[in-house]
């Protein structure tokens, strides 16, 4: 008789614990470097708005810019800044084309300025989702949610390190949101990024 009430004992505490289980909400799906860099994959164009402020420890006020970005996957980044005055930048794979707001254009290589290319890269890599890119020139630390998320990129070359302490870039979904980045003599830069709809 003992035994038959320890056996409807424990039918009833396993049916309890499978009633559990099951009314319990699923498990949040896993976000890490690996499922940002998939979904950013999948963004093959975009075009944002932006607005940059550069502190410079010299001025007292913030120099302002803003204008337009377009990205083609999965190499071409444009920055066509309208504000104070009209200048261009495009890259595409090695190549930087800038267009000064004195009219002067000026072509380089990125290989011949590491620096500036580890720079670019940055950007480039993450809306590319190419996680071998940022891992040659930063140590990357992804924080937050799909639907709001922080990737901050510690520079791991000497060169790169002599030049900036952290670029920061904030996000919603597949859509980069801001750029903060900080360099070794204490300026910075903020760029608000406004993705056009749709």
Request: glycine share 6%; hydrophobic share 40%; proline share 7%.
């Amino acid at each position: 008789m003992q035994r038959s009430w320890l056996v409807i004992v424990f039918v009833a505490l396993v049916m309890v614990d499978a009633s559990f289980i099951a009314s319990a909400d699923p498990p949040a799906p896993v976000w890490q470097l690996p499922q940002l860099m998939a979904g950013m994959q999948t963004v093959r164009r975009a075009t944002a708005s932006f607005a940059e402020l550069k502190f410079v420890q010299m001025l007292k006020q913030p120099l302002q810019t803003s204008g337009r970005l377009i990205y083609v996957a999965p190499d071409r980044l444009q920055k066509a800044t309208l504000s104070p005055a009209p200048s261009e930048l495009i890259v595409v794979g090695d190549h930087l084309s800038v267009q000064q707001p004195d009219g002067k254009a000026r072509d380089l290589s990125l290989s011949e300025y590491p620096e500036i290319g580890a720079l670019i890269d940055s950007i480039r890599a993450t809306l590319a989702g190419d996680s071998a890119t940022l891992a040659r020139y930063y140590t990357p630390t992804l924080s937050g949610t799909a639907s709001d998320w922080v990737l901050q990129l510690e520079p791991r070359d000497q060169r790169l390190r002599n030049l900036l302490t952290m670029v920061r870039i904030k996000g919603i979904g597949t859509s980069i949101r801001g750029v903060e980045t900080m360099e070794r003599d204490g300026d910075r830069t903020e760029m608000t990024i406004m993705p056009d709809p749709g």
